[in-house]
């Protein structure tokens, strides 16, 4: 069945699939202080790892029938596998040095940005006033929210020197860059004709292979107790793996820079877990960040002005203007998604 003409570019149930993804990782960082013995490393190559594992096992037979496209776009799906490798090892990382706000809103904040360079550079995608105001707001209440979290450290809450810090606000810039590189790279398949679950999968699954030997390495700990097994399986299962699935779906249906603007809402959804779950305290101007971010999604996801249908004869009015970037000029191919 061929998809409707069109539908990549609306906001609709792939923003909702984006936005429900990006509640789900926003459990993360809270999930991970049940395991304080489990390093980054072992958590990151656990939840990305078994996840990307099993969506590319239950993507079987999608990525079986998708085999020659895949095949032939070796180096798309090679791309997508190393940066969903990378990530996790670089956000986890960033999160344990600069804290998990810092760590999560620099990781998360940045991806918007790089996701934008990648389109403009690969594909010569221009960027629509309601996305750049949209990235606008949001990248403003992350940064209130990374300024609430410095603030909170220079009060002596915060327990990592200024080196940790620096360091981990670097490796955040990396896990947003690789989060858009793996986000380009499976919505470039899907827009060249591969099933949006065959190309997570494939993508997924490469670079859960790549994290096996991570994992060997640092997992240990994750096996020396309940917790830390249930922690690293929660991680695994919700976050990640129906996490990504729903990301992909999304995907599908909207441009990249749209989808990881979108995702900015994880950073806040942490803060909000962290304030209710773990106890920490969020002052006033964090919580303005998140009201920042929760604007920033709604101009996002503001619906179009339907066009008016003009009399004959009558000169034509201007185009409505759009919720997101154009979608890309590949042909929509048929039989895509895959759900």
Do not use: K
Not at 158 to 184: C, D, I, K, M, N
């Amino acid at each position: 069945m061929t998809r409707p003409a069109g539908r990549i570019a609306g906001p609709g149930l792939g923003a909702l699939a984006v936005l429900l993804a990006s509640v789900l990782w926003g459990t993360t960082g809270t999930a991970a202080t049940f395991a304080p013995q489990v390093g980054p490393l072992a958590i990151g190559a656990a939840a990305m790892g078994l996840g990307g594992l099993l969506q590319a096992l239950l993507a079987g037979r999608g990525i079986a029938r998708a085999r020659e496209r895949l095949r032939e776009q070796w180096r798309i799906v090679l791309l997508g596998g190393a940066g969903v490798a990378l990530y996790p090892l670089a956000f986890y990382t960033s999160m344990h040095l600069a804290g998990v706000a810092v760590g999560t809103v620099v990781s998360i904040g940045s991806a918007p940005l790089a996701s934008a360079l990648i389109e403009r550079l690969a594909d010569g995608r221009s960027l629509s006033r309601s996305w750049l105001a949209g990235a606008a707001l949001g990248l403003a209440g992350t940064v209130l929210l990374c300024a609430a979290e410095a603030a909170q450290a220079g009060t002596g809450a915060g327990t990592g020197s200024a080196r940790q810090t620096v360091v981990g606000v670097g490796l955040g810039l990396v896990a947003g860059l690789t989060y858009a590189v793996y986000a380009w790279a499976a919505h470039r398949l899907i827009t060249r004709g591969v099933a949006s679950r065959a190309a997570m999968g494939a993508v997924f699954g490469l670079g859960g292979l790549m994290l096996v030997p991570v994992l060997l390495a640092t997992g240990a700990p994750l096996v020396a107790s309940w917790t830390n097994a249930g922690v690293g399986l929660y991680m695994a299962l919700v976050p990640m793996f129906t996490g990504y699935v729903l990301f992909g779906f999304g995907l599908s249906r909207i441009p990249v820079s749209t989808a990881t603007t979108l995702s900015l809402l994880e950073p806040a959804v942490a803060a909000v877990f962290a304030v209710l779950v773990v106890g920490e305290h969020l002052p006033a101007l964090g919580w303005t960040g998140i009201a920042l971010v929760i604007a920033c999604l709604g101009v996002l996801t503001a619906p179009s002005r339907p066009a008016r249908v003009r009399a004959p004869g009558a000169a034509a009015p201007a185009p409505p203007p759009r919720t997101t970037a154009p979608a890309a000029s590949a042909p929509t191919p048929p039989g895509t998604p895959d759900w």
